[in-house]
């Protein structure tokens, strides 16, 4: 593995930090139920790895440590930019498709690999698996993505990209118990949807989304905006914890 973890004790901190994709609400109800997903041996063969980190902090490190210079090397890893009404051609240069491939290789070949390493790979995993079902990380490089747009998010002054990550999460209150509605409701019930483990079919769901996530007028996010997307970021928050279990049930399984 290409990574080694700095210092992870005097970085991580839950509280007080930015989180820069989902929020950190949206990132920690995936690996929440990512973690409820979870055979007992997998548990307990992933919280090997992770030692003292729980799922939940493991969710939001790669936000979290972005003001380390020690780590700028992460941050290209975080979206991938596709123009409209184009289709992702694979590059050489770091993105989040090719993040998540590369990390997918490490944890299968973990035995070859030092504790640390794999630790660090996993929290690059539980990270972009979160910012793969956020539709604007895989936008448009014209506006970053969504983060040069700035709206008025009801009252108050945003940017797209913000109003994806956190603000209609933290405004609607949306909850781990919202999304598992989603699940017990039966709105997703087929298992190749989570099961079947397609980096680039997973993005390109999310792309799919991206037309609504453009319909306001005058940089307004109005309430029925917000109730209008709201199912949308519940699904994709879901599908992005049962897809986070799938690949760690079928990476760390007994062999």
Known sequence: MKRSLLTLSLIIFINGQKALAWGSV????????????????????????????????????????????????????????????????PVKEPNIINELETILVELSQRSK????????????????????????????????????????????????????????IESQKISM??????IQSKKIVQKPLYEE??????????????NRVYEFKDNIIDLNYVLSNKSIIEKQLTLGGLRLAAILNQTFKAK
């Open 26 to 89: 949206g990132h920690k109800i995936i690996a929440q139920i990512a973690r409820a997903e979870l055979s007992q041996a997998v548990l307990d063969s992933v919280t090997y790895y992770l030692g003292e980190t729980s799922f939940e902090s493991a969710s939001v490190w790669m936000d979290e440590i972005r003001s380390d210079e020690n780590y700028d090397y992460l941050k290209p890893m975080h979206y991938v930019n596709v123009a409209k009404d184009q289709t992702y051609v």
């Open 113 to 168: 690999h030092n504790k640390q390493d794999v630790k660090t790979s996993l929290l690059i995993l539980f990270h972009l698996i979160g910012d793969l079902h956020q539709p604007l990380h895989s936008g448009y490089a014209t506006d970053k993505g969504g983060n040069s747009i700035r709206v008025d998010f009801m009252g108050t002054n945003s940017n797209l990209h913000r109003v994806w990550d956190s603000n209609i």
């Open 177 to 182: 118990t919202d999304c598992l509605q989603h």
């Open 197 to 210: 483990i397609n980096i680039l079919q997973w993005m390109d769901e999310s792309r799919d989304y991206l």
